[in-house]
C-alpha cells in the first residue's frame, strides 16, 4: 500500500503548509486504510479520531473529504507516524499491522496492547505512542 502521498499531505496540514481543507480528504482516505490494515472497528476508528457522532464518521467514511478539524488531523497524523514507524521497524508487512494489538512489556503500555493505549481517546496518548516508536527506530524521542 502506496500511503507516502497522502501521508504528506496530512502531515503537511499539521504545518501550516496545507490548507485542512485540502489535506483532510487524503487524511482520511489514508486513515481508513489504515484502520482496515489495523482490523479496528467503527468505534475504535471513532475514537482514534476522536470523533463522538456516528453520523459524523459514517459521512466520512462514504465521502472521505469535508474539513477536518486541526484536533483531527492532528490524531490522524500522529497515526501516520505510528503506522510508517511501525512498517520501517518491521518490513513484514503482517507483523506490523498485528503489532499494534499484541501486548507489549515496555514500561509505556504495562503489559497492554499499543491499541489499548491509544484507544483511551487522548490525543498524548497517541503522541506517546508515536515517541515510542520513533525512539525504537533511532529517531527523535
Same mark, same amino acid.
Given at each position: 500500500? +502506496?500511503?507516502?502521498?497522502?501521508? /504528506?499531505?496530512? *502531515? /503537511?496540514?499539521?504545518?501550516?503548509?496545507?490548507?485542512?481543507? *485540502?489535506?483532510? $480528504?487524503? /487524511?482520511?482516505? *489514508?486513515?481508513?486504510?489504515?484502520?482496515?490494515?489495523?482490523d479496528l472497528n467503527v468505534e475504535e476508528q471513532m475514537?482514534?479520531?476522536?470523533? !463522538?457522532?456516528? #453520523? !459524523?464518521?459514517?459521512?466520512?467514511?462514504? +465521502?472521505? $473529504?469535508?474539513?477536518? !478539524?486541526? +484536533?483531527?488531523?492532528?490524531?490522524?497524523?500522529?497515526?501516520? $507516524?505510528?503506522? %510508517? #514507524?511501525?512498517?520501517?521497524?518491521?518490513?513484514? &508487512? !503482517?507483523?506490523?499491522?498485528?503489532?499494534? %494489538?499484541?501486548?507489549? +512489556?515496555?514500561?509505556?503500555?504495562?503489559? %497492554?496492547?499499543? /491499541? &489499548?493505549?491509544?484507544? #483511551?481517546?487522548?490525543v498524548s496518548d497517541l503522541f506517546v505512542v508515536r515517541?515510542?516508536?520513533?525512539?525504537?527506530?533511532? $529517531?527523535?524521542?
Amino acid at each position: 500500500m +502506496d500511503l507516502d502521498k497522502e501521508n /504528506a499531505m496530512a *502531515t /503537511a496540514a499539521l504545518t501550516g503548509k496545507v490548507d485542512p481543507r *485540502t489535506a483532510s $480528504g487524503p /487524511a482520511l482516505r *489514508t486513515f481508513f486504510k489504515i484502520a482496515e490494515r489495523w482490523d479496528l472497528n467503527v468505534e475504535e476508528q471513532m475514537r482514534l479520531l476522536g470523533v !463522538t457522532a456516528r #453520523s !459524523t464518521f459514517f459521512k466520512w467514511k462514504q +465521502d472521505q $473529504g469535508g474539513r477536518l !478539524t486541526m +484536533d483531527t488531523l492532528e490524531r490522524i497524523s500522529y497515526i501516520l $507516524g505510528i503506522f %510508517k #514507524s511501525l512498517n520501517i521497524l518491521l518490513p513484514q &508487512e !503482517t507483523a506490523a499491522d498485528a503489532w499494534i %494489538k499484541k501486548p507489549n +512489556d515496555a514500561a509505556i503500555f504495562g503489559g %497492554k496492547s499499543a /491499541a &489499548e493505549r491509544m484507544l #483511551s481517546g487522548r490525543v498524548s496518548d497517541l503522541f506517546v505512542v508515536r515517541q515510542y516508536l520513533d525512539a525504537q527506530r533511532g $529517531g527523535w524521542a
